[in-house]
Each structure stands twice: as structure tokens, then as C-alpha cells.
């Protein structure tokens, strides 16, 4: 069975049970949230081996963390429990209908966490090395280079190392609270280094201070494949070769956006594994995502093997008239 290790940090999340603003609320729902295990939740849910390497506090929340990500599927062998340092933390604060953007903000409690301590020392854990050694992906992002100096040498040997075999996935996952006052030109550098490359179009104007795609791909010449999210619109993936595939996303009906670009890396790499063409990772991307966006929440469930099959399989004209509504995959009548 193919295997994916995804290396970051996962945090408990605190979000107001009811839509008002947070010094007003009464009742917090406690979730967690991390980019890496969101791709590696979504890889288990399309039928990979997926393992989750990190760090927690041992506390409450990390056992939460723990017992969460198990339930869905993914391994958590690799994770280590810091008996001194906590979980870290963050509150979603939902958009209200006075937000003028109409877009959430989140609050982090993350500095000194016990992820945050992550480094070589990660690597030299014996289960660790051997989920490593084992894997067919490795997935990082860059969140994790921004959280300490160690997390940035633990990114930086990861992305040096042979591949003997695997692939190294690097999601950009901009995050300006987390790199301000830092030098974030140290993303083009990982990214470079990495196999396969996502970025939104919106991130890589904050990233790499350009969204042109040829200019995109001059700053990142060596990834095997550059995938660039254009958000409702499209996905393109630029090859080494200098071929380019561009598939339009579905149309949807969002309920939230978060955790859609994890959904989509998610689809999109386990193509990349089941050996699928860039068309077909693509589209497997927008259809995770699709799912995501339809739900409150950071992963919407996948329609069932058959009818995702005949999704994946439909003629461009076909994939056209696909609209998504409440998790529901339906066809547009007269499109």
C-alpha cells in the first residue's frame, strides 16, 4: 500500500458556537486544525497509508489531537509528546455579516508550543526514520519553516536528503502572522528544493511577490511540477518540461473556504501516487476541495468510490456541467 508521511504542526481550535464576535460569546466549540494533517486526513480518506508526524504537549488538547486524527484514519506513531511544553492553540473567529471582507480571522497561541521544538532531532526518532525511509510521499509546507529555527534546519534536512524513490510535496500555505518580522525569502529556497510545488495564486503575490506564471516558474525552475490554485476558477500545473495543464474548478455553492486548499492538495497528491496523469490529479483536487467548501468545517466527506469514479471520468462537457451544493455532485440541466 502506498504510504505519506505529512510533517507539521496540528493545534486545538477554538471557534465561537454562535456567529458573534468573540469577546461576546459564551461557548467555544474546541476542534483542531493543522495544514499537514488536513492533507494527511484527506490521503487516508482516498485510500493511502497516511502518517502524521509531530509534536503535541501533553495535555488535553494533544490528546485530542491524537485520538482525532486516528479515528480518521491516519498513523500518529511518529508523534511525540512533549511533557513540558503545551499543545498550541488557536481561535477561529467566524466572519460576521458586519465584516466588511466577509472572511474569518484567526488568532494563533503557538509560540514556544511543543511543535515548535521540532528539528533534527525529530528525524533521529527510530519510528520516525523508518516512516520516512518507507514513504512514497513526504509532504511539508511551508507553515513549519516559520515556527522556530529548529523547525526551519528539520524542513531544510528533509528537503536535502536523496529521495531514494519518494516524492517531496511543498504547499506554500502563506501565512503573514507567522512571518512577520521574519525573512520569508527563505520559501523560495525550500520550494525549490521540493518535487512538487502548490501555491495559491492569491499567496504567491505575498510569497514570491508575482502571480505571472512564467515569472513564477523562472523563481522556481527545479520542482518536477509547479501547481498554482487560481481559487474558483482554475488549477494549473506547470511541468519541468515546460508543458502546462489547466483544469477549471467546480462550480460550488461555498458554504466556507477553509481547509479547501488542504482538501485540494490532498486529491491532487494522491493522484500524483496513484500514478495519474496532471489532468487527472487535478481534477481529483477540485472534487476534494469541492467537498470542503461545501460544509462548515475543515474536510467535507468524498461521494462514495463509484459516483467519484464517474465524476473523475466524465468528458470535459460533462465535468462542465457539474455543480456541487450541500456535498451533493449534481448535473446542471441545459449546461
Known sequence: MLSAVCVGETMAMLTPVQAVPLHQATELHCGIGGAESNVAMGL???????????????????????????????????????????????????????????????????QGSAASAMGRSTLANPIVAGLLEDASLIHLSGITAALSAECLELMETLLSAPRNGRTISFDINWRAALWAGQDSSVLRRLANLADVVLVGRDEAEHAF??????????????????????????????NHDGSREDVPALSVDVVEPVGAGDSFAA????????????????????????????????????????????????TDAGWAAIHVSDGHFNTRTGA
Request: glycine share 14%.
Open 44 to 110: 487516508a480518506a482516498m485510500g493511502v497509508d497516511s502518517h502524521w508526524v509531530g509534536r503535541v504537549g501533553r495535555d488535553g488538547f494533544g490528546t485530542r489531537i491524537l485520538n482525532e486524527l486516528s479515528e480518521h484514519g491516519v498513523g500518529v506513531t511518529g508523534v511525540e509528546v512533549d511533557p513540558a511544553l503545551p499543545t498550541g492553540l488557536y481561535v477561529k473567529v467566524p466572519a460576521l455579516e458586519s465584516d466588511h471582507d466577509g472572511s474569518s480571522s484567526v488568532l494563533y497561541y503557538r
Open 209 to 238: 511577490g508575482t502571480t505571472d506564471e512564467a515569472e513564477l516558474r523562472r523563481l522556481l525552475p527545479d520542482p518536477g511540477v509547479l501547481v498554482i490554485k487560481n481559487e474558483a476558477i482554475s488549477a494549473i500545473a506547470l
Open 267 to 314: 486529491g491532487y497528491l494522491s493522484g500524483v501516487l496513484f500514478g495519474l496523469d496532471q489532468k487527472a490529479s487535478l481534477r481529483r483536487g477540485h472534487v476534494a476541495a469541492a467537498c470542503t467548501l461545501t460544509v462548515h468545517g475543515d474536510r467535507g466527506p468524498l461521494p462514495e468510490a463509484a459516483q467519484l469514479g464517474a465524476i473523475l471520468d466524465s
